[in-house]
């Protein structure tokens, strides 16, 4: 499957309806590109929008919506409640599916250089993607918006942009960056006083000594006192927890809890998670939702269709898939055994932990499936460049073009797969380390698939080394996998050494 990456950008315009469509037209006309959501707030003076896609395709896109932005909007003239650096305020990148961290901050450093060198508008880069420690928290580049950056940019060496001219136009500037999902909330309270908004927003966020993971304001929005949330890791501060603690601070004023409201799009673990905290369903699993339930039948379906490709007399899926499809299986494993020791209150100093390796493995899984399927597409290119013709010397020529760069791509797959593998075997250590210890066997058996996986990859890198004539090429395949394999190997130590430690330790009680 190909990689989708997801992106959001914040235009400071949510009053004139024209704009917001010209910008809205001007991101959808990117081939690829699906406009998920978007939600435009009068009283912000903002429009949020969701777009998600092929990586590329979603740059350019981000591009066309801060091109248009900076044609139709002036910051000279723009009033709002939300705070704003520029006609494009933000533009985050968060990974979807086969993207990493890594992969969005390059997309947005290679933005945020177009953005600077064709448009002229001054970029600075935050979150993972900022190259200066205080240039990580969007609310440190924004401070003094567009007003003070306006009076400061040329000549405070602090606020240099990393791209672009030392000189802010009508468009002012765009913060550009990659991030992990994160859940705009709002909460609106039964009061017009703006005053008290803030003082929730200050007991609230982490920065003033409230909740971790939790960044506010108070605002006036629609008449109301509107606390304004930026949720960055619901796993660890969950909704629930931020609302309770609004309303206990809110009723020290005399005044409660209106209504509440999601700014584009949330994940529906997110969701569960407060429901059950609220219907106080200890004992609820997500498989008891009937969606989730016919996903997993969907699945089921879609396992029985890839062995049975599997055992037919085809090329592929061959081994490769095969070896991916190991590393799926070892990921599920690891997060049930993490799943098992979430909240129960003998494993409480691990909990946190367990659900950030729960929700990586769970990323993991739909990585390795798709890669099953990038192996068997990899190969088939293989043997469609043996296929060309040669009856020529130009046609043997090109034929041996196409084998060399389809061997390249079908090293690089596995390759890929070897690495993860490795990544994979040592989350596998860590939970037969540390996790539930009635969950001792599955975690051994999650490093043993994951260990199937990193050796079944290297034999399809090495048999496809090979057969490459880029000799280089080859050879920093064979380094890096040579490195994959070290690292695998010193995880499965680990995991045989918890194994006997923990079972000896099981015997004795």
Not at 82 to 87: D, I, N, V, Y
Not at 130 to 156: C, F, H, M, Q, W
Not at 268 to 290: H, K, M, N, V
Not at 463 to 474: C, E, G, L, P, V
Request: net charge negative; proline share 4%.
């Amino acid at each position: 499957m190909p990689p989708l990456v997801e992106c959001i950008p914040n235009f400071s315009e949510g009053r004139r309806a024209d704009v917001v469509q010209a910008i809205l037209d001007s991101v959808s006309r990117a081939q690829g590109v699906q406009l998920l959501d978007h939600h435009s707030d009068e009283d912000h003076n903002r429009s949020v929008v969701t777009l998600v896609g092929p990586p590329q395709a979603v740059a350019q896109a981000a591009f066309a919506g801060i091109q248009t932005a900076a044609e139709l909007i002036d910051l000279d003239q723009h009033e709002g409640q939300h705070p704003r650096l520029g006609a494009t305020d933000v533009v985050p990148f968060v990974p979807i599916r086969e993207m990493t961290l890594d992969d969005c901050v390059t997309l947005a450093r290679e933005l945020g250089q177009r953005v600077g060198d064709e448009l002229g508008i001054p970029v600075y880069l935050y979150e993972a993607a900022a190259t200066r420690p205080d240039r990580v928290n969007l609310e440190d580049v924004r401070r003094g918006e567009y007003e003070a950056l306006k009076e400061s940019i040329a000549s405070d060496p602090d606020r240099a942009p990393d791209y672009g001219p030392r000189k802010l136009g009508r468009a002012g500037a765009t913060i550009i960056g990659a991030r992990a999902p994160l859940i705009a909330y709002n909460v609106y309270l039964t009061t017009d006083d703006v005053g008290i908004a803030k003082q929730i927003a200050k007991a609230v966020r982490h920065s003033s000594g409230g909740l971790r993971y939790v960044k506010s304001i108070g605002l006036l929005v629609e008449g109301r006192a509107q606390v304004s949330m930026n949720l960055t890791d619901t796993t660890r501060t969950p909704i629930a927890r931020v609302v309770e603690l609004i309303r206990r601070e809110a009723e020290r004023y005399g005044v409660g809890v209106h209504h509440s409201e999601l700014v584009g799009l949330t994940p529906q673990a997110a969701l569960i998670d407060a429901a059950r905290w609220y219907l106080q369903l200890d004992e609820f699993e997500s498989d008891q939702i009937l969606e989730s339930r016919l996903f997993e039948a969907q699945d089921a379906e879609a396992e029985e269709s890839f062995l049975d490709r599997l055992a037919a007399g085809t090329p592929t899926p061959g081994g490769g898939s095969a070896a991916a499809h190991a590393g799926a299986l070892a990921a599920a494993l690891a997060a049930m055994v993490a799943r098992l020791t979430i909240g129960k209150k003998k494993y409480a100093e691990v909990d946190a932990r367990m659900q950030e390796i729960a929700a990586q493995a769970d990323a993991d899984r739909h990585w390795f499936q798709a890669a099953a399927e990038r192996d068997a597409r990899a190969f088939d290119g293989v043997m469609e460049a043996f296929r060309l013709p040669k009856a020529t010397e130009a046609e043997q020529e090109a034929r041996a073009a196409a084998i060399e760069r389809a061997t390249h791509q079908a090293a690089g797959v596995p390759l890929e797969v070897a690495k993860r593998a490795a990544v994979l075997l040592e989350l596998a250590a860590e939970v037969a380390e540390s996790a539930n210890q009635t969950a001792i066997s599955d975690a051994g058996t999650a490093a043993a698939l994951a260990g199937a996986c990193l050796h079944g990859a290297s034999l399809n890198v090495r048999i496809n080394a090979q057969s490459a004539s880029d000799r280089q090429a080859a050879d920093s395949w064979l380094e890096a996998l040579r490195e994959a394999e070290a690292r695998g190997r010193a995880a499965h130590d680990r995991v045989h050494q918890a194994l006997v430690e923990r079972a000896e330790l099981a015997r004795e009680a």
